[in-house]
C-alpha cells in the first residue's frame, strides 16, 4: 500500500500497533461514538461506526472484524429502541439493514485485506522455493539479530549450498533443478518454527537463522539439521547432496550481518572443501587478546577474524590450518551479495598458512 498517501499511513499504524493496544482503540472509539449517538439520537452518526470496523477488520483479524461490525450494528439502534415512533417493524428494519451494511463491509475490508497480505508475501519470497528472497532475508536477518541481542539469545546461522547442482541442471535440465530446489526448500521450511528467518540467498543456496535453547545445543541442532536436509535431498527426483557451514553466536559477541555472512560463508566452503555433502561449524567468540573491536570465528577447519575500524569498515583475514603437511586455504569469497549494510566497505580478504 503508497504510504505516501493518508490511508496509506493509518494502514501501515494499525499494522504496528500492538493487538492489545488495537483493541482498547476499537473498544473506546465504539463507547465513545454510542455515547455521542445517544446524546444526538438526530444527528445520524450511524456512517460512523465504519471506519471503526474497517479498522477492527484490519488490525486484529477476520473474526474479530465480524464481532466488531455485530456490536457497532446493535449499538447503532440502540438510540432508537424505546422511542414512541418507532414502530416494532421499523425497528426490525432498522437492525436488519444495520446488520447487513456493517457485515458487507467487514467483508469487503477482509477480502481486500487477504489479497493485500498476498501481494506482501509475494513481494517478499522467491517465487519458486517460497523462501524469502536475497534481499529480504537480510532485512528479516538484521531484525532477527537486533532482537536476539536485546533478548541475549543465542543464535545458530547456516547457509546451504547444494553440492554439483550445476550437473543436475546440465543433464537433466533445469525443470528437474528447480523441482530439486523446490523439494530441499519445502523440507527445510518445515523444520523451522515460525520466529526463525530462512531465505534463498543464490541460485542453489539457502541461508538459515535459528534460535538456540539451550545455548550450549547450537552445534547438535546444526547436526541434525543437516542431516534432516540431507534425507530430505536424498529422497527427491535426483538425489543431491548438500554442504553446510554453520555458526554458532553467542549474546555477548557482536552481530553485525555483513560480517556474520562473510564468516558463515567461508565455513561453508571450507566444508565443500573438505569433501561436500559435509557440515563444519564455527563459534563466534569475542578476541581478548585485542585492544580492539574484534571478533574470532573458530572451526574446525581455520580461524577467521574480522576486524571492525572506525568508520565501519570491514577487513577480514583467514588464518589456515595445516592438514597432513598441505595448508587447505579457504577461497577469496568478496561477494557483493553480503555487502548489505550500506555504511559497510568490504575490503579485500587476505589469507595465508599457518602450521599447528
Given at each position: 500500500m503508497n504510504s505516501h498517501l493518508p490511508v496509506g499511513r493509518l494502514a501501515e499504524a494499525l499494522e504496528a500497533m500492538p493487538r492489545e493496544r488495537a483493541w482498547l482503540f476499537v473498544v473506546s472509539a465504539?463507547?465513545?461514538?454510542?455515547?455521542?449517538?445517544?446524546?444526538?439520537?438526530?444527528?445520524?452518526?450511524?456512517?460512523?461506526?465504519?471506519?471503526?470496523?474497517c479498522a477492527a477488520c484490519w488490525a486484529l483479524g477476520e473474526r474479530a472484524g465480524y464481532f466488531v461490525a455485530l456490536i457497532c450494528a446493535f449499538t447503532a439502534v440502540m438510540p432508537h429502541i424505546g422511542v414512541p415512533a418507532s414502530s416494532a417493524t421499523a425497528l426490525a428494519v432498522r437492525v436488519t439493514v444495520r446488520i447487513g451494511?456493517?457485515?458487507?463491509?467487514?467483508?469487503?475490508?477482509?477480502?481486500?485485506?487477504?489479497?493485500?497480505?498476498?501481494?506482501?508475501?509475494?513481494?517478499?519470497?522467491?517465487r519458486m522455493t517460497g523462501a524469502l528472497d536475497n534481499e529480504n532475508f537480510h532485512l528479516r536477518l538484521t531484525g532477527a539479530l537486533h532482537a536476539a541481542r536485546q533478548s541475549r539469545e543465542t543464535l545458530l546461522l547456516a547457509i546451504l549450498d547444494l553440492d554439483d547442482f550445476k550437473a543436475v541442471n546440465n543433464?537433466?535440465?533445469?525443470?528437474?533443478?528447480?523441482?530439486v530446489l523446490r523439494t530441499f526448500a519445502r523440507g527445510a521450511a518445515q523444520m523451522v518454527r515460525r520466529q526463525d528467518v530462512f531465505g534463498r540467498i543464490g541460485g542453489d543456496e539457502f541461508a538459515l537463522l535459528l534460535r538456540v535453547h539451550p545455548a550450549d545445543a547450537g552445534e547438535s541442532f546444526a547436526r541434525i539439521l543437516h542431516e534432516r536436509v540431507s534425507a530430505?535431498?536424498?529422497?527427491?527426483?535426483?538425489?543431491?547432496?548438500c554442504s553446510m557451514g554453520a555458526l554458532v553466536i553467542p549474546p555477548h559477541?557482536?552481530?553485525?550481518?555483513?560480517?556474520?555472512?562473510?564468516?558463515?560463508?567461508?565455513?561453508?566452503?571450507?566444508?565443500?572443501?573438505?569433501?561436500?555433502?559435509?557440515?563444519?561449524?564455527g563459534s563466534a567468540e569475542r578476541d581478548s587478546n585485542s585492544g580492539a573491536k574484534r571478533l574470532i570465528y573458530r572451526h574446525p577447519?581455520?580461524?577467521?577474524?574480522?576486524?571492525?575500524?572506525?568508520k565501519y569498515h570491514t577487513?577480514?583475514?583467514?588464518?589456515?590450518?595445516?592438514?597432513?603437511?598441505?595448508?587447505r586455504r579457504a577461497p577469496t569469497l568478496s561477494n557483493p551479495r553480503y555487502a548489505f549494510n550500506p555504511d559497510a566497505t568490504l575490503w579485500p580478504f587476505r589469507m595465508w598458512g599457518a602450521r599447528c
Amino acid at each position: 500500500m503508497n504510504s505516501h498517501l493518508p490511508v496509506g499511513r493509518l494502514a501501515e499504524a494499525l499494522e504496528a500497533m500492538p493487538r492489545e493496544r488495537a483493541w482498547l482503540f476499537v473498544v473506546s472509539a465504539t463507547a465513545a461514538l454510542s455515547f455521542a449517538d445517544s446524546r444526538f439520537p438526530d444527528a445520524g452518526l450511524a456512517p460512523l461506526y465504519i471506519p471503526i470496523i474497517c479498522a477492527a477488520c484490519w488490525a486484529l483479524g477476520e473474526r474479530a472484524g465480524y464481532f466488531v461490525a455485530l456490536i457497532c450494528a446493535f449499538t447503532a439502534v440502540m438510540p432508537h429502541i424505546g422511542v414512541p415512533a418507532s414502530s416494532a417493524t421499523a425497528l426490525a428494519v432498522r437492525v436488519t439493514v444495520r446488520i447487513g451494511t456493517y457485515l458487507f463491509v467487514a467483508g469487503a475490508i477482509m477480502s481486500f485485506r487477504r489479497a493485500f497480505d498476498r501481494q506482501q508475501h509475494l513481494a517478499h519470497v522467491d517465487r519458486m522455493t517460497g523462501a524469502l528472497d536475497n534481499e529480504n532475508f537480510h532485512l528479516r536477518l538484521t531484525g532477527a539479530l537486533h532482537a536476539a541481542r536485546q533478548s541475549r539469545e543465542t543464535l545458530l546461522l547456516a547457509i546451504l549450498d547444494l553440492d554439483d547442482f550445476k550437473a543436475v541442471n546440465n543433464r537433466y535440465g533445469h525443470a528437474a533443478g528447480d523441482r530439486v530446489l523446490r523439494t530441499f526448500a519445502r523440507g527445510a521450511a518445515q523444520m523451522v518454527r515460525r520466529q526463525d528467518v530462512f531465505g534463498r540467498i543464490g541460485g542453489d543456496e539457502f541461508a538459515l537463522l535459528l534460535r538456540v535453547h539451550p545455548a550450549d545445543a547450537g552445534e547438535s541442532f546444526a547436526r541434525i539439521l543437516h542431516e534432516r536436509v540431507s534425507a530430505v535431498l536424498a529422497a527427491s527426483e535426483r538425489p543431491v547432496t548438500c554442504s553446510m557451514g554453520a555458526l554458532v553466536i553467542p549474546p555477548h559477541v557482536e552481530r553485525d550481518a555483513p560480517t556474520l555472512m562473510n564468516a558463515v560463508d567461508q565455513i561453508m566452503y571450507e566444508a565443500k572443501r573438505s569433501g561436500k555433502n559435509a557440515i563444519h561449524i564455527g563459534s563466534a567468540e569475542r578476541d581478548s587478546n585485542s585492544g580492539a573491536k574484534r571478533l574470532i570465528y573458530r572451526h574446525p577447519a581455520s580461524t577467521i577474524f574480522a576486524a571492525y575500524h572506525e568508520k565501519y569498515h570491514t577487513d577480514f583475514s583467514v588464518r589456515n590450518q595445516t592438514f597432513a603437511g598441505s595448508v587447505r586455504r579457504a577461497p577469496t569469497l568478496s561477494n557483493p551479495r553480503y555487502a548489505f549494510n550500506p555504511d559497510a566497505t568490504l575490503w579485500p580478504f587476505r589469507m595465508w598458512g599457518a602450521r599447528c
